[in-house]
C-alpha cells in the first residue's frame, strides 16, 4: 500500500465528494473533489515525469495550506519521489539550508513566499525547475506554473501502473522539524511509516469516511500532514481554516462547515476557550477534538469537556520521527487516569530506559524509547544514530522524561531537551540565539522558554552588549524579524552586564530561568 | 496624535519593527498574527479604556491599521 494509493481509492468510490475546501481561497482554488484532486495531481506527475523526476528524487514544497499545494503533494507522490516539506515559518537562513541539506530536484513555491524570499537582498538559491502558481514573480525565475501544467498535461499516461519501482519502505516524505537536537531535522518517513500510524491509530478512534476535518495547523507540520493522509485514508472531507489569527473566526468555520473533528494543540484550546464564544454557541456536528503537541493540564481539559458537552476530547503523544503518534488516550479514560497521555499504539513498543540503557520498572522515571513500523528512516543528514536519536535496537529515543503505569499508560514528566513549546511553535533556543548573534552589538545571548498562562511558555532573551551606547528593545526586536516570523521573535529582551555560566564557560539556560521565574531547578542531563 | 497615528507607532514599534514599508493602508494579515493580535487587543484595552469583544476580534475591524483606527474611534466614544 502507498499512500497515493488512498488517494485513487477516494476518486472511484467518491469522485464528486468534496476532498478539500479552503476558506478565504479565490476562485478556482477554494474546494477541490477527490476526482478532481486525482485529476490535477495526474496532471502534475505527468509534468514531473517529462522532467525526469521520478522515484528516489525529492520535491521541496515551500507553500502554505492551499489547494495548488495538495496538487503538488499528490503529484510528487505519484511519480515515485519524495516531498521535502519546508516550513515557510522558518527564517530565510533556515529555509535555505534545508534546501541546501534535501538538494531537492525541483521545488514548488507559493507566490507570497516567492516574492518574500526570492526578491530580497539576498534571494533563495533554488533548483533549476521551480514550479508555482499564476502571479508568481521574481527577478530571475520562471517558473513553471500549476495552471499551465493543467492545461498543457494530458493524465492518460497514468492508466498503467506509474511506481513500479516504489515499494511501502521507500520515503513518501521528508519532514523538517526542529526537533529535538538543536538544528531542523529532515526526518525521513516512508508509505509503511504512515500507513502503520494511522491505521493503528484509527482502530482506536474509529473514524469514517463521513468524518470531516478542521485544519488550522500548516501542512508542513507532521501534525498537519497527519490530517491530510488520515483523512485521505478514510475518504473525508477536510476543511482549510483560514488561519488561527482569530480564534472566534475559526469557531465560526467550524459550525458553518459542520466538520465532525478538529484537531490542535494546546494553545489552539485554549485560545478557542478565552478567546471565542465556544461555551455559548458549540458546533452542533462537533464530535471529536483531538489535542496533540503537548498536554492541556487537567484544569484546562476539564474547562474543554465543560465547554463542549457530547464532544469527544482525545489526545495523542507522539513526534515527527514517529510518523508521528506513539501513544493515545481516549475520552473514557481521560478522567480515569488523569495526567497520562495515554497507552502505546497497538503496533508500537514503548519502553521507558533508565541511565544504564535498560527499561525501569512501573513507575520509575526514564526517557521514552519507541519501536514499531511508524519509526523513521532517519534523518536526511544521515547522523541519526551518531546523535542517539534511533538508537542499537532500532528504537527512537524521544528525548522525553516519563514513567509508565501498570497499566502501560504514560506519565510524560519533562523533557530532556531545551525545546520551547510557544503558541503551538517548536522553537530551540539555538535558532533564535543564532540570530541575536548577528547583531553587532550582541556579545552573549541566551533564549528561555518560562511558563505562560496564554502561549503555554514565553521566550525570554538574555543579552550581554559589546561596550557602546545602549540598544533598544525594539533595535533587537527589529533585528529578530528580519530573519524570524512574529511568533519566533523573543517576547522580552533583558540586557545584563553579565550572564551566569555553566562549569565548562557556556551562558546557563538553567541558572537564568531560576533568575527569571525565581525557582532553582536542576539541570535535566 | 490621531488614534491612527498612535496606533500606527504602536505597531511599528512593537509589533513589527523594521517594516518601513507599513502605513495606515496596509493589510495587517501577515503582519500580525494570532500571538501578534493578543498584544494588539490588550494594548487597545490598556490605551483606550474598553473592552474588546471576542467577536469584534475580526478580519474587518483588524485587517488595516485604518479600519482598527476606526474601530477603536467607534468604541471609544460609546
Redesign the interface.
Known sequence: MLLQDWLKADARRFPDKVAAIFCGAKAPYERVTFAELDDMSDRVAAYLRTQNVGAGDRVALVYDNSLPALAWFWGVLKVGAATVDVPTLAGRDTIQGILDEAAPKAVAIDP?QMAKLCAAEDPLRLPTLVLSTEGATAPGLTPVTLEWILSHTEPTVFTTPVTPTITPDDVALIVYTSGTTGRPNGVMLSHGNFVANLTAGNELMGLTDEDSILVVVPLYYVHGRMQLLWHTMLGGTMVFSA???????VLLELIEYGTTGFSGVPYHFK?LLD???LTSNLPPKLKYVLVTGGALSQDELRRLADAMPGVGIHLAYGQTEAAPRITYIGPDELFVKEGSVGKALPNVKLEILGSDERPVPAGEIGEVAAGGPNIMKGYVSGDHVALGKIDAQGRLRTGDLARLDEDGHLFLVGRSSEMIK??GERIFPQEIEAVLYKHPRVEEAAVIGVKDP??GERMLAYIKLRPGDPVST??L???C??SL???RVPKEFIVRDELPKTGSGKVSRGALRTLATGVPESEPT | MSIQQTLLEYIT???????PELDAESTL??????????ELVVWIEGQYGFDVE??E???DN?GSVKALAAYIESHKQR
Open positions: 507570497a488561519g488561527f489569527q482569530f480564534p472566534q473566526k485560545q478567546r471565542s464564544k510557544s503558541a496564554t502561549l525594539t533595535e526586536k527589529a533585528h524579524l528580519q516570523p512574529f511568533v | 514599534k512593537e509589533l513589527a519593527p523594521g517594516n494579515a501577515g503582519v500580525v498574527d494570532s500571538t501578534a493580535v493578543m471576542i467577536d476580534i475580526t478580519p483588524f
